[in-house]
């Protein structure tokens, strides 16, 4: 099977392409490396996958999902079979500070990604969604069959419209999709924007950590292996339409047309103080904790109802937070030689 990967050099799509050259597909990966973050992270990254272009199972493409002509040609010229979309303007909020980021990432590369697939028979498209679209829902644990029509960031809307964007194409044209939505991913080759990497980083520097909410945030925190695991076996199995779907009573989640959305998460959340107390054991030191409160944008508490992906695709998640930290620890010494 060929796969295209976009976001290839980021956290969740370097460890996407890991599994898929190991189980023997052919694998195109695009990333537009851009500088949100540390960009020898992501050449890191790529220095790893490079290990597999000799065997033609991998090949890397410096492209931004946002250049039309570029990705319509792309597409023509590889004829995928499916296609994951990783690429995106990630962060809640630098979504404040850029704005126009997000539309022209999250937005516009979005569509050229769903007319790449529309026009090029391609079987399935899985995407990225998050669970920053529950916004200002309270209800607890987050479910599918919510509505999720209250965003509080930029990011999180992008992230609406494109379950939206994909269901236009899926009902117009009979294309194929699944939106997944994330909660928190951790683990080794992760995001330096994200709490774990921030907080190992000033930690072992003796720094002080900014902690919002004063600490009381919960997070369904996710492993990076569980969350591979979820999008494989959702790439695996094309989506078809429900038949039992009706517009007098919509299911937010499910549709006539060959659309899915699922949460993926550990269906475990766990406090920000417990999760830092975690950290410091993994590491053998404690925080100098900066308590602030919330952020513009960002919402208390996170927890996947993740019942929906296993009944349909087998999704298991398997990693306790305790064992998740100490391999991103483990991870982080090493990449950055720390003895």
């Not at 199972?57 to 597409?75: G, V, Y």
Request: with cysteine; hydrophobic share 40%; glycine share 6%.
């Amino acid at each position: 099977m060929k796969v295209l990967v976009t976001g290839a050099a980021g956290f969740i799509g370097f460890h996407v392409c890991c599994y898929l050259i190991t189980r023997g597909d052919t694998v195109v990966g695009i990333d537009n490396l851009n500088d949100y973050y540390d960009v020898s992270l992501k050449q890191g990254r790529l220095e790893e996958l490079a290990k597999h272009e000799s065997s033609s199972l991998f090949t890397f493409i410096k492209l931004d999902i946002a250049a039309r002509d570029k990705i319509a040609s792309l597409f023509e010229t590889e004829k995928f079979d499916k296609v994951i979309n990783l690429a995106a303007q990630a962060g809640v909020r630098y979504s404040i500070e850029n704005p126009h980021a997000y539309v022209e990432s999250n937005i516009v590369g979005f569509l050229n990604i769903l007319e790449g697939c529309r026009h090029n028979a391609v079987k399935h498209l899985v995407y990225a969604s998050s669970s920053s679209v529950y916004g200002a829902n309270e209800t607890m644990p987050f479910s599918v069959k919510d509505n999720v029509d209250h965003p509080v960031s930029l990011y999180a809307a992008s992230k609406k419209a494109n379950e939206l964007m994909a269901h236009t194409y899926s009902h117009l044209y009979n294309l194929s999709t699944t939106g997944l939505r994330f909660f928190t991913v951790y683990g080794p080759w992760g995001r330096p924007d994200m709490a774990l990497f921030k907080f190992t980083k000033a930690i072992l520097q003796d720094e002080s950590i900014d902690v919002y909410n004063y600490g009381n945030h919960r997070r369904d925190f996710t492993y990076i292996d569980d969350i591979v695991s979820g999008i494989i076996l959702s790439l695996d199995q094309n989506v078809e339409g429900n038949e039992q779907w009706a517009g007098k009573s919509p299911d937010p989640s499910t549709s006539k047309a060959p659309w899915k959305i699922y949460n993926i998460g550990a269906h475990t959340p766990v406090n920000l103080l417990k999760f830092i107390e975690t950290l410091e054991q993994a590491l053998g030191k404690n925080a100098q904790k900066n308590l602030l409160p919330m952020q513009a944008g960002d919402v208390p508490d996170t927890y996947a109802d993740v019942s929906a992906l296993s009944a349909d695709v087998g999704y298991l998640p398997s990693t306790d937070l305790v064992h998740g930290i100490k391999l991103f620890v483990e991870w982080y010494k090493h990449f950055y030689k720390i003895g």
